[in-house]
Structure formats: structure tokens, C-alpha cells
């Protein structure tokens, strides 16, 4: 927004303290890391099952042998421990509740804030792959890549974050112009589910359509770094791999600015 | 100088005109008309460093789009206004390192954390130093009373004890200037007390400069002297509020409990406003007879037990404003 612009010394510390306290926040729903850990290690073993009875009755696709598969649903369901979180509901919330306001009445920077709030709770989250990645290898093998892969996949799993990041921010600040999202957001889980290659590797679909997924944003979420990891994108594709994220994520994050700029905007001149 | 200063400030907001059924809310998706409304019409008014005003006026009359427009969250459609020398829809951030807001309707304190923890984040925003955040601490709390539920979570807090939260919350980094939009509503006597108290001391002790919009009138009376009385988006008396209390209240009220059982109660130069068994109500005009001469009249012909003057409340004297409108000479009461 145009009050934004004032030249000021940035401080940092604000948002370092945002982030610990969202950590802080999520600690205390105790109940939610329970049913986290308790749906992961059901999923977990539900895959396993599914896909253990499909290979015993069918040959194995391509190059993704069991075990391969097993790792890719292990990795997938870790990695939804973290990317599956809407780190910016409490945008939604505030537009929702009017209270909005009261953080652009601080000096902050009111977007950076929600980033800031989101990392923490994310990485508060990101802390229960630990006990969950014990309840995985009790259940299934997991394969190690190599450390050129792991690196890849590291990489391509922070621009994977950020894309989602970006996804969730345009969701909830579609409420600065209609009240309800709901719905939409609800497509969106299904399509980062389904078609974004969280359940099923996208490489099983028919070739012409997988050339519509890995094009769409949700595969930039999940799928690269997953066929990254289990070896389906090779490393001489790596470059074009991290590329066609980091553009998504350009694309995404231009949209959230200048939805922001707009939004903000419409609070400014209608008063929310 | 002056720390607040608006000219002509205007906001007109726009909005959808809904045409009516089902053929209208489909017209409304390909064509749209707009209505436009001033909320704010010309408000002209300056305020003095240390100041505590009251903005006063109805529901609806423009008091929070104002407020708004002051704490930068707001673009005026026309006017100027400048607020500790910036323009706050200009450099929003600044203006918010400068001004504390209370909104007694919404809290900003942090929901989820405990008091304690919401402080500590905003020290870190407005980056109080350390000392002064520990010596404002103690001396808010022990107005406030803070200490006993510091650990608890926003959400489980009573909403006095909230309020008194919210208080401390907005003014820890020592503020220039505080905007409190109805700040005791809905608090018990107690509690009022305390935040009154509290607001009243701020602005002894720093110079802290209060704008100050409520309803309840006794917050008005113990904390400001000076008045600005806004409807329909324009301000219609600004000065001081004893002024106000001169100008309309012309007339004082005599209650008087007899001792004996009087067929018929006259006094000369008053008017009969009630009976109630042995009590009367005698009101005169103050402007036309003193007190003395009133209540020696009522001796010399009554026997009492007991006697007293009432003035007329402030909260009479700003409905009259609001459905007469102002005008500095108003309408005798009629006796």
C-alpha cells in the first residue's frame, strides 16, 4: 500500500519475534500434534497396504519398484506435515473478523508479518517429522539418495515451500473480496492432493496429461522434489526442474502483490 | 503548535446500490450503480499538545471514520490533515510509532498468547528499550493491577481485566498521542474507574495527548475539558464542555422534601416539575434568579426536612444538541 513506501530503517527483530511467537501459539494446541502424528501414522500404513497389494497383482510401472514407490509416499506425507499447513488463515480470520485493522495501525509491515507468523507456525510443524519420520521406518524402508540428490531435493523442497506459500496467501486474500473461500480452498487441497502428485506420482498418469500437470503450479509443490528424491528426474534435469518452480514461484508471488496492493487498498479507501 | 490539524477533511465512501430481487441482483453482475455517501463532511479542528478532547456525536455520525483518518488506515477523499507533523495515510508506519489505539470493542492484544508475552511482542515491534519497557511495565501494573493475570492467556481473561490489558498494550511505548474509541463500554464501575484513573494520569505525568469518543458521558466529565460535538459528519460545537453546560443548562432544579402535608406547592419564579408525595421538583432559571434567593423563598413558605440542587446532566444537554442541533444561543427551557 502506498503508506508502505516511506523510507525507514527496517528492523528485523519484529518479525523474528512474530515467528517465535507463532511457534509459542502452535505448542499450546496440544491436541493437534497428537491427531497429526496419529493421521500421519494411519496414512502411512494405509499406503503402504494400497500399494503393496497393487504390486503384488501387477508388474511394477516403468522404474518405480516398490520400494521406490514406498519412499515417494513416505517423503510425500513427511513433506505434508509442513507444506500442508495453511500458514495464512489468520489472514482469512482478521479480513473475516474486521480485525485486520489493528495490524495496520502498528509499524509493521502488515504482509511481511503474515510470513513471518506463517514460518513459525510451519516450523513448529516441521518439528513433528521427527517423531513421524520414526513411525515411518517402523512401517516402511526408506531409500537415501545420494548427496547430489539430497541437495536437489533440499532446494527444490524450500521453492516447493514458497510456492505453497504464495498458493496460500492468494486464497486467503481473495477474502478481502469475498467473504467466503471455503470452497475454493477446498479444490485446491484436492488438486495439490491428487494432481500435484501428493497421493500418486504424477509419472503413473497418461503422458499427455502429465504434461498438463507438471505445468500447473501444484506440481511445483510436491512433485518436483519428490521425483527429484526417488530418481525420476535425473540431475541433467535438474536445472530445467528448479527452473520451471522458481518461475511458478515468480509468477504466484507477482500475483500476491499486487493482490496485496489492491486489498489494501479497498481497506484504506472503504475502511475494511 | 498544534499535534493534530485537519481542514476540510471529507470521506465519501461509495458502495453498490442493490436493486431489488432476483432480475436485479443478475443486471447487478454486468452493470453496477454507486451511491456515494459523506461520512465525514468538512471537519475543521485542531488539537493542542496534551490536550484530552472528547469526539462526541451519534451513532453513525462519522466519530469512527474520522479516528481512521488519524490513525492513517484511512485516505480522506478531500481535506488535509497532519498528525505530529506527518500525514498518517502517507507514512502510515511512522504515524503508528506515534499513536496508541483502544478500541473498546476489539482487542489487539494477542488472542492466544499470555499478557505477559503480547507485551513482549510489542516492545520488539515498537523497539522500546529495555528499561523503559520494564519501568513502564511497573508502573502500568500497578495502576492497572496487572500483576495477577499476566501469565494468562488473552482469550481466558474477564473483559475488565482485558481492557486493562489493552490500556497498558497502547501506551508502552509512550505514545504521543492515544485514540480512545469507547474505551469503558460494557466495564463495571470498578473497572471504569481504574481506566479513567489510568487515562487521566497518563496525561498528567507525559503530556500524552487523548482523543477520546464515547457514549458514556460520565467518561467525558471526569477526564476532558474540551468538546467537540460531531453528526451527520460535521462538527456542530467545538469548546469547552462547560461552556455547553452554561449555554443549555439555564435551568437548575430544586428538590425539596416537605414535613408537612402542603394541599398546593408554589413558589414564585419556579416552575413545578414533579410531585411525589412529600418531594417536589422546582426548576428556575439560574441566569434570572440566584440560588439563595430561590431556596429562602422555599423556607419562608414551606416547612422541609430536606433540600437539594441538582444541575442539569451533560448527558440532557448533548441529546437536546443532537435532536435541536447547536446554536450558541439556544431556546429558553420552557417554564
Not at chain 1, 530418481?231 to 507477482?254: N, S, T
Not at chain 2, 451511491?35 to 499538545?49: D, L, N, Y
Not at chain 2, 481535506?79 to 510509532?97: C, K
Not at chain 2, 487523548?210 to 453528526?231: F, K, M, P, Q, Y
Request: hydrophobic share 50%.
Amino acid at each position: 500500500m502506498i503508506a508502505d513506501r516511506a523510507v525507514r530503517r527496517f528492523r528485523f527483530a519484529p518479525y523474528l519475534e512474530f515467528g517465535k511467537k507463532a511457534i509459542a501459539r502452535e505448542a499450546t494446541y496440544r491436541f493437534d500434534v497428537f491427531t497429526s502424528i496419529g493421521s500421519f501414522a494411519l496414512r502411512m500404513y494405509l499406503l503402504r497396504m494400497v500399494w503393496t497389494a497393487l504390486y503384488a497383482r501387477n508388474a511394477a510401472p516403468r522404474d518405480l519398484p516398490l520400494h521406490a514407490i514406498l519412499t515417494y509416499s513416505a517423503v510425500a506425507l513427511l513433506m505434508g506435515l509442513v507444506l500442508d499447513v495453511d500458514q495464512v488463515s489468520s489472514l482469512y480470520t482478521k479480513l473475516h473478523d474486521g480485525s485486520i485493522v489493528s495490524d495496520f495501525l502498528r509499524p509493521i509491515n502488515v504482509p511481511l508479518y503474515f510470513f513471518a507468523d506463517g514460518t513459525g507456525e510451519v516450523l513448529f510443524h516441521a518439528a513433528l517429522v521427527v517423531p513421524s519420520l520414526a513411525i515411518a521406518l517402523v512401517l516402511v524402508h526408506i531409500d537415501v539418495p545420494s548427496p547430489g540428490t539430497g541437495a536437489a531435493f533440499a532446494l527444490s523442497l524450500v521453492l516447493g515451500y514458497f510456492v505453497g506459500f504464495t498458493i496460500n496467501f492468494i486464497l486467503n486474500a481473495s477474502a478481502f473480496w469475498t467473504l467466503e473461500i471455503h470452497a475454493v480452498q477446498l479444490i485446491v487441497t484436492w488438486l495439490t492432493d491428487l494432481l500435484g502428485g501428493e497421493l500418486v506420482p504424477l509419472v503413473l498418469f497418461p503422458v499427455a496429461l502429465q504434461h498438463a500437470l507438471f505445468a500447473l503450479p501444484f506440481a511445483a509443490m510436491f512433485s518436483t522434489p519428490l521425483l527429484i528424491y526417488v530418481g525420476e528426474i535425473p540431475p541433467e534435469r535438474y536445472a530445467a526442474a528448479l527452473g520451471l518452480q522458481a518461475l511458478w514461484l515468480a509468477v504466484l508471488g507477482a500475483v500476491c502483490v499486487v493482490m496485496w496492493r489492491a486489498g489494501s487498498r479497498r481497506i484504506v479507501v472503504q475502511g475494511g | 503548535m498544534a499535534i493534530i490539524e485537519t481542514v476540510e477533511l471529507r470521506k465519501v465512501f461509495r458502495s453498490v446500490v442493490r436493486r431489488p430481487g432476483l432480475s436485479g441482483a443478475f443486471a447487478a453482475l454486468f452493470s453496477r450503480e454507486f451511491e456515494e455517501k459523506a461520512a465525514v463532511e468538512r471537519v475543521t479542528f485542531s488539537v493542542q499538545e496534551g490536550e484530552v478532547v472528547g469526539y462526541l456525536g451519534p451513532n453513525g455520525a462519522g466519530k469512527s471514520t474520522t479516528i481512521k483518518m488519524l490513525t492513517g488506515i484511512l485516505v480522506p477523499t478531500s481535506g488535509s490533515l497532519q498528525v505530529a507533523g506527518i500525514v498518517p495515510h502517507e507514512r502510515r508506519i511512522e504515524n503508528g510509532q506515534n499513536i496508541g489505539v483502544v478500541f473498546g470493542q476489539r482487542s489487539q492484544l494477542y488472542w492466544d498468547l499470555p499478557l505477559r508475552e503480547s507485551f513482549e511482542l510489542l516492545r520488539a515491534i515498537y523497539d522500546v528499550p529495555a528499561d523503559r519497557f520494564r519501568q513502564n511495565l511497573k508502573h502500568f501494573s500497578d495502576i492497572l493491577d496487572l500483576e495477577r493475570f499476566m501469565g494468562t492467556p488473552v482469550r481466558q481473561l474477564s473483559l475488565g481485566e482485558r481492557m486493562r490489558g489493552d490500556f497498558a498494550a497502547a501506551l508502552l511505548h509512550d505514545p504521543k498521542i492515544v485514540y480512545l474509541d469507547e474505551p469503558t463500554i460494557g466495564l463495571d464501575v470498578v473497572a471504569k474507574e481504574a481506566i479513567r484513573e489510568f487515562i487521566g494520569t497518563m496525561n498528567r505525568e507525559r503530556g500524552t495527548t487523548v482523543i477520546l469518543t464515547t457514549h458514556d458521558l460520565a467518561d467525558v466529565e471526569r477526564l476532558t475539558r474540551r468538546i467537540i460535538l460531531i453528526d451527520e459528519g460535521t462538527v456542530i460545537y467545538d469548546g469547552l464542555l462547560a461552556r455547553l453546560r452554561d449555554e443549555y443548562g439555564t435551568h437548575r432544579t430544586i428538590v425539596a422534601t416537605l414535613s408537612e402535608n402542603y394541599a398546593e406547592v408554589a413558589v414564585p419564579g419556579t416552575v413545578l416539575e414533579s410531585r411525589e408525595g412529600n418531594v417536589v421538583r422546582l426548576r428556575y432559571d439560574h441566569h434570572e434568579l440566584a440560588a439563595e434567593t430561590v431556596v429562602r423563598r422555599v423556607l419562608d413558605a414551606y416547612r422541609i426536612t430536606d433540600i437539594s440542587l441538582l444541575e442539569p446532566d451533560i448527558d440532557a444537554i448533548v441529546r437536546r444538541i443532537y435532536t435541536e442541533g447547536y446554536s450558541a444561543r439556544p431556546a429558553r427551557v420552557p417554564s
